[in-house]
């Protein structure tokens, strides 16, 4: 139990990194709530928290969508009061070669990776309670592609590039409130996200997803994915008190893929 049972708000969280972050803030005993777009996995994801003892709720939103990020902030600070602690996880893949990449493809990655991280956190510091706070922890999930170029993903890129960038502009603007800023960068990690962009590269490339695999671990030191857990452990530590001097970093959490 931390020493302070906060509230939390994480998006994407049902499934991957997002569900992984969701269970060690619940474990660590914080109040949990919830956002992701399909209803089923929600609901099902609060039953699962709740059957494991924890303070959890949730609520259906599109992060590309500014209203339902309004309304979420309102839902969750009536069901648990303000908002401490703002993981936003959301995000989605995406790519391909850039001079077929359409005007659709590239406006919702940066939508739902870069837009809403910048809307959601508007929201939590200007009605969910968070600012004029003395403690308070954004952690916004980036990537290691949000510090290089990842070949046939410029939109995916240039996004995760901006939300480093986000990071550390609003942790310096906060840097004297008490509450930090930080990034986490995951590189590869074993998730339905990345199983959907195995085969991306798969047909990119003509070969296979077991080829693409070995291609992928091949460029990783420690020759293996991360997992889910290991990600939500710099979460964990990153909203936690011993963390306080952390902010506007960008952390990776990558096998040793970027050591930079």
């Known amino acids: 139990m931390p020493a302070t049972p906060r509230t939390a708000l994480v998006t994407g969280a049902t499934s991957g990194i997002g569900l992984a972050i969701a269970t060690t803030l619940a474990e660590q005993g914080h109040r949990t709530f919830i956002a992701a777009r399909s209803p089923d996995a929600v609901a099902s994801t609060v039953d699962r928290l709740r059957a494991q003892g924890h303070d959890a709720a949730g609520a259906v939103a599109d992060v590309r969508a500014d209203d339902q990020l309004r309304r979420l902030v309102e839902t969750a600070t009536d069901t648990f009061g303000d908002i401490e602690i703002l993981v936003n996880n959301a995000g989605r893949s ?109 047909a990119l490339w003509n070969t296979s997803e077991q080829q693409v695999l070995t291609k992928f671990n091949a460029n990783i030191p420690l020759g293996r994915y991360s997992t889910p857990g290991e990600v939500a452990g710099l979460v964990g530590y990153l909203a936690s008190d011993p963390a306080a001097s952390i902010t506007a970093q960008a952390i990776n959490v990558c096998g040793g893929l970027g050591n930079f």
């Open 94 to 202: 995406g790519g391909g070669q850039t001079s077929r990449i359409d005007d659709a493809l590239w406006d919702d990655i940066i939508e739902t990776n870069l837009n809403s991280v910048f809307r959601l956190t508007r929201h939590v510091l200007a009605r969910g309670g968070l600012e004029g706070k003395d403690w308070g922890r954004i952690i916004n999930i980036a990537s290691t592609a949000g510090k290089q170029g990842v070949l046939l993903a410029a939109p995916y890129s240039a996004s995760k590039h901006g939300v480093v960038g986000f990071t550390k502009a609003l942790g310096k603007e906060l840097a004297q409130t008490g509450i930090t800023v930080n990034a986490v960068c995951p590189g590869y990690v074993e998730t339905p996200m990345a199983e959907k962009v195995r085969a991306g590269y798969a």
